[in-house]
Nanobody, 127 residues
């Protein structure tokens, strides 16, 4: 089992930046791919970014490409999401997720493949 805890959300003006963190605990000695998703009220959960265990592969949704950066520090068991040039439409509850992968350069972009989820952190961008 892996437990995930997100932090770093908050209220920011349009054009501002936030950095989200996702701290993992439990069986973190296994290799796992990680990702960030978000869900706005009345909408389905949306994929944002993914990163492989080795950190050598990343993938972004078109809506955040060029503005958001996913990274990880395996020594600290933490995955990050740096969000720049924030827009009001980025307002949502942000979730991190993890799943074990035997291929350490694999990235996972689909919701159903993730086994572990955090509780979410709210990001609100004011116009």
């Amino acid at each position: 089992q892996v437990q995930l805890v997100e932090s770093g959300g908050g209220l920011v003006q349009a054009g501002g930046s936030l950095r989200l963190s996702c701290a993992a605990s439990g069986r973190t000695y296994n290799t796992y791919a990680a990702g960030w998703f978000r869900q706005a009220p009345g909408k389905e959960r949306e994929f944002i970014a993914a990163i492989s265990w080795r950190g050598d592969n990343t993938y972004y949704a078109d809506s955040v490409k060029g503005r958001f950066t996913i990274s990880r520090d395996n020594a600290r068991n933490t995955v990050y999401l740096q969000m720049n040039s924030l827009k009001p439409e980025d307002t949502a509850n942000y979730y991190c997720a993890a799943t074990y992968t035997s291929y350490t350069s694999e990235i996972v972009t689909t919701t159903h493949r993730y086994d572990y989820w955090g509780q979410g952190t709210q990001v609100t961008v004011s116009s």
